[in-house]
């Protein structure tokens, strides 16, 4: 199948279109590039959500109910669920591709696991390329779960239309975790596990420190016990309210451009840096005297970035970073 079929399926709806084009994707180079720019004119309109918080919150099982309570109003949606890199199997973890097996007979439903690959932050180096994959199939909702307390809800926010930050009783970083800029990109809270004691205190907590430092919009909270379903159905009602009032004046277009500026810094950083440690000669030497304090990290930053201009002018450095030689 030529890449152009591919996209063109893909922008179809065909499921097992999109899982080929993922994969196509993650394997990155010319042919990803190809692919994405055939179908990025078809997303965004997609509603994507973010739902992020710390290991073991029930995160997965939210995302679970939420996908039947999709369902149940007759929208299609597809859930990715972005995992820590297990150090010994370097693969994604299973758990949540068994936990949702029951959606995967389900036309109307798309579910890939990806894994970070030890990349900094919530995401996968493809994670915002995945999405847009996903949304240009014509998904009604997007759900990409995170893991993580402070960088990986910023990084999904960026991503992400609305972004619920899961956070459950008994946890005593919970409240910390607040205060390192999470609740500045939290859309929606999510106080899960409410069957567990403290959950009202916990909300009670939460809305306190919101009150305080933003006092002009305070998200909503909502507690819910995915286990059994309790307060999803509320959930999907504050998403859409949330979905709304994105809708209204120039707020989504806000949202898009801050998407657009987040991504290509993040590429761009990714694919100079790339460029500029393979153009420093003996950039393992400059690391290593780098780690012995032999050099200063300016210096450093310095030889890397003459390295890069003298590689050649910035437009064929970014096309040759395109296209990198495995
Ligand atoms: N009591 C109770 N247990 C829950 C609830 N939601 C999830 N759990 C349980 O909590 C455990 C973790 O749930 P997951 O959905 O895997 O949590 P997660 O946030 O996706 O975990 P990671 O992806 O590993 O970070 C599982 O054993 C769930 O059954 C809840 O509302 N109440
Ligand atoms: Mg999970």
Not at 162 to 177: C, K, M, N
Not at 281 to 302: F, H, K, Q, T, Y
Request: glycine share 10%; with cysteine; proline share 5%.
């Amino acid at each position: 199948m030529s890449r152009g079929d591919l996209a063109t399926r893909v922008r179809a709806g065909d499921r097992r279109a999109l899982a080929r084009a993922i994969t196509c994707v993650e394997r990155g180079g010319p042919a990803a590039a190809a692919l994405l720019d055939a179908v990025y004119g078809a997303s965004g309109q997609a509603h994507t959500i973010g739902v992020t918080g710390p290991p073991g919150a029930g995160k997965s099982t939210l995302v679970d109910r939420l996908i039947s309570e999709l369902r149940g109003k007759q929208r299609s949606v597809a859930a990715i669920a972005v995992d820590p890199t297990s150090p010994f199997s370097g693969g994604a973890l299973l758990g949540d591709r068994v936990r949702m097996m029951r959606h995967f007979a389900d036309s109307g439903v798309f579910i890939r696991s990806m894994a970070t690959r030890g990349h900094l932050g919530g995401l996968a180096p493809t994670t915002r390329e995945v999405i847009h994959l996903v949304d240009a199939a014509g998904y009604d909702a997007v759900l990409v779960e995170t893991v993580g307390v402070g960088q990986a809800e910023v990084d999904i926010a960026s991503a992400a239309m609305s972004t619920i930050v899961v956070l459950v009783p008994g946890q005593g970083d919970a409240i910390q975790a607040l205060k390192a800029g999470v609740m500045e990109v939290a859309d929606l809270f999510v106080i899960n596990k409410a069957d567990h004691p403290g959950a009202g205190r916990l909300r009670a907590e939460v809305e306190g420190m919101l009150r305080l430092s933003m006092p002009e919009r305070v998200p909503p909270i909502v507690q819910t016990v995915a286990a059994t379903g309790a307060g999803v159905a509320e959930l999907l009602a504050e998403l859409d309210a949330h979905r709304a009032w994105l809708n209204g004046r120039e707020r989504l277009l806000e949202l898009r451009r801050r998407a657009a500026a987040a991504e290509v810094r993040e590429a761009l950083g990714e694919r100079l840096a790339r460029r500029a440690l393979a153009a420093l000669p003996d950039a393992g030497e400059w690391l290593e005297r780098l780690a012995r304090r032999d050099v200063a990290p300016s210096a450093v930053l310095a030889a890397a970035e003459q390295a890069l201009f003298r590689a050649g002018d910035g437009e064929s450095a970014l096309v040759d970073a395109r296209h990198p030689t495995p």
